[in-house]
């Protein structure tokens, strides 16, 4: 099962939580679809996402993408697909113990892409940010004063803590946990560029990790193709320099 091709399902339009996988993907140099950024006429397109949405052939059925299919298997869940696409592509922790402090902390990952999704929409993911303008100024400026700054020096603490084994974030090389947090650095300078220059005196190790990544074959690559979709003001990674303030 190992060598079938993987068929990723997420929005066409954005990196979103969907960038997740596919950088893991590509670090691996796997052999992919993104089916949704294909064209309708081959399959493609948001209807290939929604009519997934409505199978009920896929084990259990999914409630919202990222999706990835390997063979018969369907997973969702942004974390839990990097943690299977690091088991299967040989970017996870080799260790038992090692893997699970990974999967740790690709889910408190998962915490913080879901408090940044949530600065620019507090209130419902349906309505538009200027419906929810009020709470999303004090809940953006709340997460720019003490929440990002929580977040990014606790993974700080991780990498001091493992800092004999080469600069990763759990064993002595790059997993998907590694990648995610090079995405998350990626997206809070887009979104956040004021709040993050503020913390980054305090993150050396964090600035180191997100180059060390940058520099990796597969997503040096990946980042100058065409199949890596720029920030965008539709994706969980949104300037709104309002909400960039500290207070
Ligand atoms: N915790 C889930 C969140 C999934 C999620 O919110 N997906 C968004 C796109 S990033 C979506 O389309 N949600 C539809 C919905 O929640 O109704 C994950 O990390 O995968």
Known sequence: MTHDTFRFYYWPTIQGRGEFPRLVLEDAGADYVDVARRDEAEGGGEPALMNLLQRRDVGTPLFAPPILQHGALFVSQTAAICIYLGDVLGLSPRDESGRWRAAHLQMTMADFVDEI?????????????????????RRGRHFSSERLPKFLTYFERVLEANADSGGWLVGSECSHADLSLFQIVEGLGYAFPSALRRTAAECPRTR????????????????????????NQHGVFRHYPELDQVV
Do not use: N, W
């Open 117 to 137: 999704h949530d600065t620019h929409h507090p209130i419902a993911g349906q309505m538009y940010y200027e419906e929810q303008k009020p709470e999303a100024l």
């Open 208 to 231: 180191a990790l997100r180059g060390r990544v940058a520099e990796r074959p597969g997503i040096a690559a990946y980042l100058e193709s065409d199949r890596r979709i720029p920030f």
